[in-house]
Nanobody, 128 residues
Framework: VQLQASGGGLVQPGDSLRLSCAASGFNLDLYAIAWFRQAPGKEREGVSCISISDSITYYVDSVKGRFTIARDNAKDMVYLQMNSLKPEDTAVYFC??????????????????????RGQGTLVTVSS
């Protein structure tokens, strides 16, 4: 199982970015997918997750209405569209996958637990 995030960069407040996560070595449609981020000196934070068949999507309060998670199982890709970026969004973002699809659910807190597979991250810097 391999995951590789890309699409990060340096942007100004209010700008948009779309992060991509390329999956290989497993059937993406059988896994729950999540995006996490870690800012310098801070703990890892769960940002968003999407269940199999897209029946559940979750966003942490700080990104609701600004970020959108999506998956394209045919292309083995997961995306995180980030709009209206703020300096506090600055972090390394990485995608993760887990066959325990129930992790992305209210019963399990969506992004509380570690997802088994995590790729290398991509740095997002929001600064004027």
């Amino acid at each position: 199982v391999q995951l590789q995030a890309s699409g990060g960069g340096l942007v100004q407040p209010g700008d948009s970015l779309r992060l991509s996560c390329a999956a290989s070595g497993f059937n993406l449609d059988l896994y729950a997918i999540a995006w996490f981020r870690q800012a310098p000196g801070k703990e890892r934070e769960g940002v968003s997750c999407i269940s199999i068949s897209d029946s559940i999507t979750y966003y942490v309060d700080s990104v609701k209405g600004r970020f959108t998670i999506a998956r394209d199982n045919a292309k083995d890709m997961v995306y995180l569209q980030m709009n209206s970026l703020k300096p506090e969004d600055t972090a390394v973002y990485f995608c993760a996958a887990d066959p325990r699809t129930y992790l992305c659910s209210s019963d399990y807190g969506y992004v509380v637990y570690e997802y088994d597979y995590r790729g290398q991250g991509t740095l997002v810097t929001v600064s004027s």
